[in-house]
């Protein structure tokens, strides 16, 4: 019986994530030339391109989730979008996101995309040059986000478990934004999400 229980939650959280990519993630993605779910694909292919391990194309797949399904399943369809990140209200989407995926996968999944805007705030302390490779709606949400993180925020963050994975998603995240890129679509990644998925409290 456990199986087939196991059986269905897999089909079940992969099912649910696939429903909002084709229809929350077809609306445009904060002011970016591409939708949510064509920026989620590109980040997934793009990790996986570079020979990322399952658990980090899942989180560069799924980073943004956040903008699509909220933790409370009362928020509207404009926080659920991102629109308010984009009035200048942090939406927390890397939190909700990972809340929500930590039903079904492990902390090297949710932990990255938790700290996926951190990362951001920690390069562009970091990296001086990181800042020029911003789009102009990522330089925007950026100043909502907190902006640049002190010295002392980045020697924080860097120690955090999951940092050197948030910064890879990041970087793929950045990148991730070309309209006239060809990748895979949601199917191609089912496998990899299903192997991943664990009930909740396994």
């Given at each position: 019986?456990s199986?087939?229980?196991d059986?269905?939650?897999?089909?079940g959280a992969?099912?649910?994530?696939a429903?909002?990519f084709?229809?929350?993630?077809?609306r445009?993605?904060?002011?970016e030339p591409?939708?949510?779910?064509?920026?989620?694909?590109?980040?997934?292919?793009?990790?996986?391109?570079?020979g990322?391990p399952?658990?980090?194309?899942?989180?560069?797949?799924?980073?943004?989730v956040?903008?699509?399904?909220a933790?409370?399943?009362?928020?509207?369809?404009?926080e659920?979008?991102?629109?308010e990140?984009?009035?200048?209200?942090?939406?927390?989407?890397?939190?909700?996101?990972?809340a929500w995926?930590?039903?079904?996968?492990?902390?090297?999944?949710?932990?990255?995309v938790r700290l996926?805007?951190?990362a951001k705030?920690?390069?562009?302390?970091?990296e001086?040059?990181?800042?020029?490779?911003?789009s102009?709606?990522?330089?925007?949400?950026?100043s909502v986000?907190?902006g640049?993180?002190?010295e002392?925020?980045?020697?924080?963050?860097?120690a955090?478990?999951?940092?050197?994975?948030?910064?890879?998603?990041?970087?793929?995240?950045?990148?991730?934004?070309d309209?006239?890129?060809?990748?895979p679509?949601?199917?191609?990644?089912?496998?990899?999400?299903?192997?991943?998925?664990a009930p909740?409290?396994?």
């Amino acid at each position: 019986m456990s199986g087939a229980y196991d059986h269905l939650v897999t089909i079940g959280a992969v099912e649910g994530i696939a429903e909002l990519f084709g229809s929350e993630g077809a609306r445009d993605y904060l002011g970016e030339p591409v939708t949510v779910a064509a920026h989620l694909l590109q980040a997934g292919a793009l990790a996986e391109a570079a020979g990322a391990p399952p658990v980090l194309v899942a989180a560069a797949l799924l980073h943004d989730v956040g903008h699509l399904r909220a933790a409370r399943p009362d928020r509207s369809v404009a926080e659920r979008s991102g629109r308010e990140l984009m009035a200048g209200h942090d939406n927390r989407h890397g939190a909700r996101g990972a809340a929500w995926l930590a039903r079904w996968f492990p902390p090297a999944v949710t932990e990255p995309v938790r700290l996926h805007v951190a990362a951001k705030r920690y390069l562009c302390a970091a990296e001086p040059s990181y800042f020029s490779l911003l789009s102009q709606a990522s330089v925007y949400t950026l100043s909502v986000q907190g902006g640049p993180m002190s010295e002392a925020e980045a020697g924080e963050f860097k120690a955090l478990p999951y940092a050197a994975d948030a910064v890879r998603v990041r970087r793929w995240d950045d990148q991730a934004k070309d309209p006239s890129a060809q990748v895979p679509g949601f199917g191609h990644f089912r496998p990899l999400l299903a192997g991943l998925v664990a009930p909740l409290g396994a």
